[in-house]
């Protein structure tokens, strides 16, 4: 195949470089979370560690393009989900779609398995991250596909865990008890970012065979589950301080302020009802917009009080 400019932008397209942003600020989060946690931080072990998380981020939007390309004929494409649509419009482009994806897997198991060796890490780091990966390639891969069997939303969560726990145990050398305490509001932050996904798809999903909590119980479910969600968020971010496990640097109010951003858009939501695909397409687009933002606070408070 001859490659133009066209099809190299095609192809780098549907790696969807927007959603690794969010991948590298919730890898941040755990990385500066350790710090705090009196880890060391030594650039080569984070550039390192996140070129692990990177490349298996980067083979699911391979993977799953692959697998899904029939149900992504029955989406619209937008700026987060219903796929690219681009192997749809370009089929030629399947195959090496999924030579993409198994080669940035083998790449994030070797780097992992370097990195375990290099700085003496126990080897459930690396099965931490071989984990992530097979997570990834049957989330949508036959013969498990986890999205088809009613397992997207608890992949999905486990994702959180894998994002966030990436960057901590990259740093701290493990995965302890405060660290699974702070994923407690990430991961109701990220049912409202796995809600806001497949909201737009209902209609495409369901005709495609998916089984997802949208398509179970409907949009106005979904948008249901995302105000939840905040309100939990928000609450873990308030109670947390009551363990008396974190550093005291830690002004937990800050972080339920920035919380709720997503609270008050999950309140909103309720009242504007917006069900239609149209009105449920563009709240959720904000959802994830909003959620971004949100890391980013979270990241920039972490920055300041380490600076």
């Known amino acids: 195949m001859h490659y133009t400019l066209n099809t190299i932008k095609k192809i780098i397209s549907i790696g969807r470089p927007q959603i690794l942003f969010g991948n ?52 619209e494409p937008n700026i987060f989900s219903g796929g690219k649509g681009i192997l749809v419009k370009n089929p030629e482009l399947r195959e090496l779609s999924k030579v993409i994806a198994i080669s940035l897997m083998v790449l994030s198991i070797t780097i992992a398995a370097i990195f375990t060796i290099l700085f003496n890490y126990p080897a459930s780091y690396f099965l931490f991250f071989l984990f992530g990966n097979l997570l990834a390639w049957f989330y949508t891969a ?23 726990g990436a960057g901590y145990f ?50 106005e479910f979904g948008f249901k589950l995302i105000a939840i969600s905040g309100l939990l968020a ?10 008396n496990l974190f550093p005291s640097n830690i002004d937990f109010r800050v972080l339920v302020i920035i919380s709720l951003i997503s609270l008050s858009l999950g309140i909103l939501e309720l009242i504007k009802k917006p069900f239609d695909r149209e009105s449920a397409t563009k709240f959720a687009t904000i959802n994830v917009a909003s959620l971004f933002i949100m890391s980013l606070l979270i990241d920039g408070y972490f920055i300041f009080i380490l600076r």
């Open 142 to 164: 036959p013969p498990i596909k986890l999205v088809y069997r009613r397992l997207g939303e608890i992949a999905n969560i486990i994702a959180a865990l894998i994002f966030l």
């Open 24 to 75: 590298f600020l919730l890898f941040s989060m755990g990385a500066m979370l350790a710090v705090l946690f009196n880890a060391e931080f030594l650039l080569s072990k984070f550039i390192l560690g996140y070129s692990i998380l990177f490349t298996a981020h980067l083979a699911v939007h391979y993977s799953n393009d692959y697998f899904d390309v029939e149900v992504d004929k029955y989406n």
């Open 170 to 219: 990259t740093l701290r050398g493990t995965l302890d008890t405060p660290f699974f305490i702070f994923l407690i509001p990430i991961i109701f932050l990220n049912i409202i970012f796995i809600n806001s996904f497949e909201i737009p798809d209902m209609e495409g999903d369901k005709i495609g065979g998916k089984i997802t909590w949208i398509v179970s119980w409907g949009r």
């Open 234 to 243: 928000t609450l873990s971010f308030i109670l947390i301080p009551l363990t």
